[in-house]
C-alpha cells in the first residue's frame, strides 16, 4: 500500500496526494533494506491520500516493490472488493471494511493478489509529526501519542488488520475522501481542515484497536473471542494461562498452540497488553498515581508497571501521561 504522485481521485490509478515514495530513500537498515521517507512539500500539511481501484494497487510508478520500510505511518482500507495482499513476509486476505495498519520502520514486500476488478483501495500515508507537532523528535514525544499507539503498541510484526463494523463504513469512506479533497483542492483553511481529518481517522482507529474481541467475532473466530472475553473480565486481578484455558475448555498447551497461531502472539502477551491499555487509559484519564495504576490494572507495584510499560513503549508513564495531556 504504496503510492507515487499523478493520476486523479476517483479513478484507476492513485490520487495525486500520495508522496513520492520511492523516490526518496533516505537510508538502508542493516538488513540491506532501504528506507523511504516522506517527501514533504513547502505549505502543504504532512499527510497524503491515495485511491487505487481496479485491480493492483501497485501498479503506479514509483512504486518499490522490493522488500522496504518506510519512516511514515501507513494506513489502508478497503472500501470495495476483496485481495490478498503480501506484508511483513506473509499473506494478508482482506476483504470490504478491511483496514491494514503498517508502522514505521517495518520491513515490507508489497504484493497484492487481487480477487477481483472491483478492489477500491484508500491508503493515507504520514509522518508521525502530523499529528505530534509540539515536539516532534524527542524523546517519547510520538510513542506516546494516543493517537498513534496502534501503530506501534501492538507488536505482531508491526502490521495489523483490523475490520471496521458495516455501519461504519461510509464513514470511514468519507472521511478519506474528505482528507483528499482538502489536499487536493487546497482552499483557504485547508491544511488545518486536512489535519482535522485525519485525527478523526485516527480517533476511530484507536477505538477499534480496544475491541479485539468484536473483531474477532466479525471475523467468525468464537474461539478467540472467548479468549479475550475472559481475559477482559479478569485482567485487573492474578490470572494464569492455565486459567484462561479452564475458562475456554481447553489445555493450555492446546489453547497456546490455537492463539499463537491465529494471532502470533501467546496469552501473556494478550493479558500484558490489555494491562497496558487499561494503564494508558488510566494515566491520560485520572489523576492517579502510578502504584494506583498498578493496583488498577493487575501488578503489585509500581516498579513493575514502569518496567513493563516502557518496555512495550520505550518511555515510562509519566511520560505518556505528559505526552497525552499535552494532545
Same mark, same amino acid.
Given at each position: 500500500m504504496s503510492g507515487d504522485n499523478g493520476g486523479s481521485s476517483g479513478g484507476p490509478g492513485p490520487s495525486s496526494?500520495?508522496?513520492?515514495?520511492?523516490?526518496?530513500?533516505? /537510508?538502508?537498515? !542493516?538488513?540491506? #533494506? =532501504?528506507?523511504?521517507?516522506? @517527501?514533504r512539500t513547502a505549505g502543504v500539511p504532512p499527510v497524503a491520500v491515495a485511491r487505487f481501484e481496479g485491480g493492483h494497487p501497485g501498479h503506479s510508478?514509483?512504486?518499490?516493490h522490493q522488500a522496504h520500510?518506510?519512516?511514515?505511518?501507513?494506513?489502508?482500507?478497503?472500501?470495495r472488493g476483496s485481495g490478498r495482499l503480501r506484508l511483513d513476509g506473509?499473506?494478508?486476505?482482506?476483504?470490504? /471494511?478491511?483496514? !491494514?495498519?503498517? #508502522? =514505521?520502520?517495518?520491513?515490507? @514486500?508489497?504484493?497484492?493478489?487481487?480477487?477481483?476488478?472491483?478492489?477500491?483501495?484508500?491508503?493515507a500515508f504520514f509522518p508521525p509529526d502530523a499529528v505530534e507537532r509540539q515536539s516532534p523528535g524527542t524523546f517519547g514525544s510520538w510513542r506516546a501519542h494516543p493517537l498513534l499507539f496502534p501503530f506501534v503498541g501492538r507488536r505482531a510484526g508491526g502490521v495489523q488488520r483490523l475490520t471496521v463494523p458495516e455501519d461504519e463504513r461510509g464513514a470511514w469512506a468519507r472521511h478519506f475522501a474528505d482528507l483528499d479533497r482538502e489536499l487536493r483542492e487546497r482552499r483557504e483553511g485547508s491544511a488545518e481542515a486536512a489535519?482535522?481529518?485525519?485525527?478523526?481517522?485516527?480517533?476511530?482507529?484507536?477505538?477499534l484497536a480496544t475491541d479485539v474481541?468484536?473483531?474477532?467475532?466479525?471475523r467468525g473466530e468464537p474461539l478467540l473471542a472467548a479468549v479475550f472475553d475472559v481475559i477482559e473480565r479478569r485482567f485487573a486481578e492474578p490470572i494464569s494461562l492455565r486459567e484462561v484455558a479452564d475458562a475456554v475448555g481447553l489445555t493450555?498447551?492446546?489453547?497456546?498452540?490455537?492463539?499463537?497461531?491465529?494471532?502470533?502472539?501467546?496469552?501473556?502477551q494478550w493479558i500484558t497488553e490489555r494491562r497496558l491499555a487499561e494503564a494508558r487509559r488510566l494515566l491520560s484519564e485520572t489523576e492517579l498515581t502510578v502504584q494506583a495504576v498498578a493496583g488498577r490494572v493487575g501488578y503489585a507495584d509500581a516498579g513493575y508497571l514502569t518496567r513493563r510499560f516502557r518496555a512495550a513503549h520505550g518511555v515510562p508513564p509519566q511520560e505518556w501521561r505528559r505526552a497525552a495531556r499535552a494532545g
Open positions: 496526494g500520495a508522496p513520492t515514495i520511492g523516490r526518496l530513500v533516505t /537510508g538502508r537498515r !542493516v538488513d540491506g #533494506a =532501504p528506507v523511504y521517507g516522506y @517527501a510508478e514509483g512504486w518499490p520500510a518506510h519512516d511514515f505511518i501507513v494506513l489502508g482500507y478497503v472500501e506473509r499473506w494478508w486476505a482482506v476483504s470490504e /471494511g478491511d483496514l !491494514v495498519v503498517v #508502522a =514505521p520502520g517495518e520491513v515490507v @514486500a508489497p504484493e497484492w493478489d487481487a480477487d477481483t476488478a472491483e478492489v477500491a483501495v484508500w491508503t489535519l482535522a481529518h485525519l485525527t478523526l481517522l485516527l480517533v476511530d482507529l484507536a477505538r474481541p468484536g473483531h474477532l467475532r466479525l493450555a498447551g492446546h489453547l497456546t498452540t490455537v492463539v499463537g497461531r491465529r494471532t502470533g502472539r501467546t496469552v501473556q
